[in-house]
Each structure stands twice: as C-alpha cells, then as structure tokens.
C-alpha cells in the first residue's frame, strides 16, 4: 500500500466508514475505563479532609471527644489553605501533565503515552500512601506527581477513544469516560466511608492505595489493544494504519470499507495539511493558534472553543460539590453524617450519567448543553435561595434535594458532553494539541477552583455557607449563553465530516448540516476509484518528519 498503490476511495459520503461488531465496540468502550482512577483520585481526598485521623496527623490536634463543646469540634480542621493545597496540587500537576501529553501523543503515540501516564501515577500514588503528619510534604509531592500522569491520561485518552470510535456511537463511547469518572467518585465513596472510623492510618492510607488498581487495570489492558489509526497516518505509516483500521473494524485489511475510510482519513489530512504545513516544534503548538479570530473555522476559534468550553465545565461548580461536599456539609451543622450524604449525591451522580449514551446521539450535543445548563443554573439557585432564608433541618433537607437535582443535570449533560465535544472539534495536524490544551484548561481552573472554595466556604474563612450556589448558579447561566451561541452539533459526523460542517455553517445552523461529499473526492480520485496515488505519497512523506 505504499505509494497509494490501490487505496479504494469513494465520493459516497455514507460509505467513509467500515461496519462494526460488538468486538470492536468492547475495545473502544475499554479505553473509558481511564476516568475510573481519574474520578477516584479526586474522589477520595473529598472524605480524607473531613476523617479525624489524617486532621490529627496533620495538624497534631486532639481529636474532641463526643462531649466536647460544638466550638472545639468546628475547631477540629485542617486549615483553610493547608486543604487548598492538598486538593489543588493534583490540579497543577494534570494542567502539566496534559501540555506535556500533547506532544508525546504526536512523538510516541495514544496508546503509548496514556500507559506512560498510568506508571507516572503509580510512583504518585505510593509516595501518597506512604504519606503521613505532621509535615504535607510527602502528600504533596506525591499529588503533584499523580497529578501529572492524571494530566497524561485525561487528555489523551479522550483523543484515543473519539479517533478510534465508530462515529454512529463516538458521544456514547466518549461519555462512557465521564461514567467511569463517575464510578471512580462512587468507588472512592464507598472505600472512605468503609474506613471513616478506623483508629490508625488505614482510615486514609487504604483508600488512597486502592486506586494504584485503577492504573494497573487501564496500563495493562492497554498494551493488548491497536494504536489510532489517524496517528499513523499522522506520522505517514499507511500501512500500519490500515492494519490497525482494520482491528478497530474487525474487517480483513482488504475490506472495501477498510479501505475507503482510510482513504478519508489520508485526503482529509492531505486537505489540512495545506491549510497548516508541517513545522517546527514551536510551530507545531502556534498552529494551535492560526488564524483569525473571526474566521469560526480558524484553529484559533478552534482552539478557544475547546479550552473556554472546559473552563465553563468547570464552572458549573460541581467539583465544590465532590471536593469539598463532605466539609461542607458537616459545616451546615444540621447534618448528623455528612459522609453518607456525601455518598448519596456520589450515587446520583452514577446513575444520572449513562441517560446521556443515549441522548446525545438521540438530541446531540447542542441540546444537552444548553437545556443541561438551564436546568444546574435553577437548581443552584433554589439551592442558594433556601440555604439564605432559612438554616433549619428541612430546609437544608430541601437544599440537598435540590443538589441532587444539580447533579443529575451536570451527570447527563455538560459532564459527558464537555468531553464528546473537545474530542472532535480540532484536525489531525493540531488535534493532540488541542485536546491537550482543552484538558488543560479544565484542570486549570480546576485547580483555581480547588484554592479559592476553601476560602468562600471555610467556616475560618468566608463562611458563605449555602451562598456560594449564587455564585455557581449566575455562573451556570453564563454556560447557557454560552452554549447557545457556540457549540456546533457534531452528532452522527465523522471526525472528517465535522471539519467540513465548522468550515461551512455556524453554531446556530449546524443542526441542518449535511455532508455532501467526500475529503477523498475533493482531493482526487483515480478513474479507477482509488485515491490518487500523489496525496497518499505526500502524506506519508511529510509524516516522516513530524
């Protein structure tokens, strides 16, 4: 196949890509096991705050006995900014990590850099459960390095799975990550309350080394399954793409199908390959950033599309909810376990999130986001609204009712499609890249997140109590606007398709978009209905030099 010798294509746009079987669909689903120990990980440190033996560890504090006066209790705490660091640093360290990604993503491949990113989140893990007062050093250094093989993972595995994923069900397949992030917090809920009321360190030290599992799991199954096939062509191996192609695909090499869908995937690239050339290392990333910021199709649009929409991901404020929701919900005073409501809205948040496998190829992605963001922006406010006017037991009762509510809208709305979405709206030539710094985006203002709620919050600090939800609810009605005038409907569109869709049409008319030829027959075919042999011999030798 070198050369271009006989790569069947075809100007059939409903034939760019193979049939496939359930096989195929088990090895794209695995991939989304990576948000298990990604949930966990922020999952686990959410109870850890709140449990007595790491705050005496770590502060040196006495823990109060059951007769102790209410001030000495609330007194019981790790400082303010001590949290903010410990919750914070994992934050930094993914916003690293996924920069970094981006380029191993382009160097070494997917697959290889996500496996890379579960060793790196090893070596975090163990120096974390080796943690232990009064000093945070050990802790910190061991999230700072969890953190940066989170980064690695989050980011590219995200770009593995919408690359490797049947576009009929890619939103399915993509939204399965954030289930799994889903069932790594509930897992952490479940290992935290389980050991709440040990008297030694295992109170701590279990849950945090149980998630060295999840890596373990994810690094393992991942060597016995294929690289991207779009990252081979990326680097101008066609033949080893197609092979791959044909894995994913369960399909013979030889397949017609096989064949013509790797025919769009090489004309598409040999397409934005002349809109963005190869370059240099430091021109690779400014790619990133060319064109014009009124150009809706431009990478840059591209790229503050993808890190403004994981921004506003974050802030619908739900990670306060499973970062901070344990404390918080002990400093209401109203609440005899916190730890079991904390469990609780964990348990909403799993079984809220598979709805959204089925609405966003049933609706799309557009909808989701705009009515998901309606629905968290009334929530928070009633939320605010009877947590101001009234601390008593049933309104507090009330307001966890309504976090639950909040947090079925996030499950089955903007936490899946956030991801669905960064996951197809870059090219081939940036799209490492553009994941990368999506992700990035997210983790940092996850971590701006992480140090400033101790301080809204914190009963030492701010005190804001049920106040905080107006901030996060006038914040969510900036993610309905936000929405409506800037999501593009990607559903049902090959990662092709939806660079031809964002070139021709606009946020608020792209629901009616239809492909209406091929990359393939724009870039040339053969009277003999292959591509032409010139494309594929480019593609593969500008490959060898990225």
Same mark, same amino acid.
């Given at each position: 196949?070198?050369?271009?010798?006989?790569?069947?294509?075809?100007?059939?746009?409903?034939?760019?890509?193979?049939?496939?079987?359930?096989?195929?669909?088990?090895?794209?689903?695995?991939?989304?096991?990576?948000?298990?120990?990604?949930?966990?990980?922020?999952?686990?440190?959410?109870?850890?705050?709140?449990?007595?033996?790491?705050?005496?560890?770590?502060?040196?504090?006495?823990?109060?006995?059951?007769?102790?006066?209410?001030?000495?209790?609330?007194?019981?705490?790790?400082?303010?900014?001590?949290?903010?660091?410990?919750?914070?640093?994992?934050?930094?360290?993914?916003?690293?990590?996924?920069?970094?990604?981006?380029?191993?993503?382009?160097?070494?491949?997917?697959?290889?850099?996500?496996?890379?990113?579960?060793?790196?989140?090893?070596?975090? =893990?163990?120096?974390?459960?080796? /943690?232990?007062?009064? +000093?945070? $050093? @050990? !802790?910190?250094?061991?999230?700072?390095?969890?953190? %940066?093989?989170?980064?690695?993972?989050?980011?590219?595995?995200?770009?593995?799975?919408?690359?490797?994923?049947?576009?009929?069900?890619?939103?399915?397949?993509?939204?399965?990550?954030?289930?799994?992030?889903?069932?790594?917090?509930?897992?952490?809920?479940?290992?935290?309350?389980?050991?709440?009321?040990?008297?030694?360190?295992?109170?701590?030290?279990?849950?945090? =080394?149980?998630?060295?599992?999840? /890596?373990?799991?994810? +690094?393992? $199954? @991942? !060597?016995?399954?294929?690289?991207?096939?779009?990252? %081979?062509?990326?680097?101008?191996?066609?033949?080893?793409?197609?092979?791959?192609?044909?894995?994913?695909?369960?399909?013979?090499?030889?397949?017609?199908?096989?064949?013509?869908?790797?025919?769009?995937?090489?004309?598409?690239?040999?397409?934005?390959?002349?809109?963005?050339?190869?370059?240099?290392?430091?021109?690779?990333?400014?790619?990133?950033?060319?064109?014009?910021?009124?150009?809706?199709?431009?990478?840059?649009?591209?790229?503050?599309?993808?890190?403004?929409?994981?921004?506003?991901?974050?802030?619908?404020?739900?990670?306060?909810?499973?970062?901070?929701?344990?404390?918080?919900?002990?400093?209401?005073?109203?609440?005899?376990?916190?730890?079991?409501?904390?469990?609780?809205?964990?348990?909403?948040?799993?079984?809220?999130?598979?709805?959204?496998?089925?609405?966003?190829?049933?609706?799309?992605?557009?909808?989701?986001?705009?009515?998901?963001?309606?629905?968290?922006?009334?929530?928070?406010?009633?939320?605010?609204?009877?947590?101001?006017?009234?601390?008593?037991?049933?309104?507090?009762?009330?307001?966890?009712?309504?976090?639950?509510?909040?947090?079925?809208?996030?499950?089955?709305?903007?936490?899946?499609?956030?991801?669905?979405?960064?996951?197809?709206?870059?090219?081939?030539?940036?799209?490492?890249?553009?994941?990368?710094?999506?992700?990035?985006?997210?983790?940092?203002?996850?971590?701006?997140?992480?140090?400033?709620?101790?301080?809204?919050?914190?009963?030492?600090?701010?005190?804001?109590?049920?106040?905080?939800?107006?901030?996060?609810?006038?914040?969510?009605?900036?993610?309905?606007?936000?929405?409506?005038?800037?999501?593009?409907?990607?559903?049902?569109?090959?990662?092709?398709?939806?660079?031809?869709?964002?070139?021709?049409?606009?946020?608020?008319?792209?629901?009616?978009?239809?492909?209406?030829?091929?990359?393939?027959?724009?870039?040339?075919?053969?009277?003999?209905?292959?591509?032409?042999?010139?494309?594929?011999?480019?593609?593969?030798?500008?490959?060898?030099?990225?």
């Amino acid at each position: 196949m070198p050369g271009g010798a006989g790569i069947m294509a075809t100007a059939d746009t409903s034939r760019i890509e193979a049939p496939v079987n359930a096989k195929a669909y088990l090895m794209c689903a695995f991939a989304s096991f990576g948000g298990i120990f990604f949930g966990y990980d922020s999952g686990w440190v959410n109870s850890v705050l709140a449990m007595n033996i790491p705050i005496n560890q770590y502060t040196g504090m006495a823990i109060p006995a059951s007769t102790a006066s209410d001030d000495v209790k609330n007194a019981f705490v790790i400082p303010a900014w001590e949290q903010s660091l410990i919750v914070s640093i994992l934050s930094a360290g993914t916003f690293f990590g996924a920069i970094i990604a981006g380029d191993l993503a382009d160097w070494f491949g997917r697959r290889v850099t996500v496996i890379v990113g579960c060793v790196v989140f090893l070596v975090g =893990a163990i120096l974390e459960t080796a /943690s232990a007062g009064p +000093g945070l $050093g @050990l !802790m910190v250094v061991g999230r700072l390095i969890a953190g %940066f093989g989170v980064g690695f993972v989050s980011a590219i595995i995200i770009l593995y799975m919408s690359e490797i994923a049947p576009k009929s069900v890619r939103g399915a397949i993509v939204s399965g990550y954030q289930f799994c992030i889903t069932i790594g917090l509930l897992l952490a809920a479940c290992v935290t309350y389980a050991t709440q009321d040990r008297l030694d360190t295992g109170s701590y030290r279990i849950p945090i =080394a149980v998630q060295m599992l999840w /890596s373990l799991i994810l +690094g393992g $199954g @991942l !060597m016995f399954l294929p690289e991207s096939p779009r990252y %081979f062509v990326k680097r101008g191996k066609i033949d080893r793409a197609a092979d791959t192609l044909a894995t994913l695909r369960s399909q013979p090499r030889e397949s017609e199908y096989v064949q013509q869908e790797l025919a769009e995937i090489i004309a598409n690239h040999e397409y934005e390959l002349k809109l963005t050339p190869s370059s240099s290392w430091f021109g690779s990333w400014m790619n990133c950033f060319k064109g014009s910021l009124f150009n809706p199709n431009s990478n840059l649009r591209r790229t503050i599309l993808g890190t403004s929409l994981q921004m506003m991901q974050q802030w619908t404020g739900i990670n306060f909810i499973f970062y901070f929701g344990t404390s918080f919900f002990k400093s209401l005073g109203t609440i005899s376990n916190p730890f079991l409501i904390s469990l609780v809205t964990t348990l909403v948040n799993v079984l809220s999130t598979p709805l959204s496998f089925w609405t966003v190829e049933r609706f799309g992605r557009r909808p989701l986001l705009i009515y998901g963001a309606a629905g968290m922006c009334i929530c928070e406010f009633i939320v605010a609204i009877v947590g101001t006017a009234s601390s008593t037991a049933p309104a507090t009762s009330a307001g966890i009712a309504f976090i639950c509510i909040y947090i079925f809208f996030f499950a089955s709305t903007w936490g899946p499609g956030a991801w669905v979405v960064i996951g197809e709206i870059f090219p081939l030539p940036i799209r490492a890249r553009g994941v990368a710094l999506s992700t990035a985006s997210n983790w940092l203002w996850n971590c701006i997140i992480a140090v400033i709620t101790p301080y809204l919050v914190g009963t030492d600090k701010g005190n804001l109590g049920a106040k905080v939800f107006f901030l996060w609810g006038s914040l969510c009605a900036c993610c309905f606007v936000y929405a409506y005038f800037l999501i593009y409907e990607t559903k049902g569109l090959s990662l092709e398709q939806v660079d031809k869709m964002m070139e021709e049409t606009t946020p608020l008319t792209s629901r009616g978009w239809k492909p209406h030829t091929t990359f393939a027959a724009e870039m040339g075919l053969t009277d003999k209905g292959t591509l032409a042999p010139e494309i594929v011999e480019d593609v593969e030798r500008k490959g060898s030099v990225v």
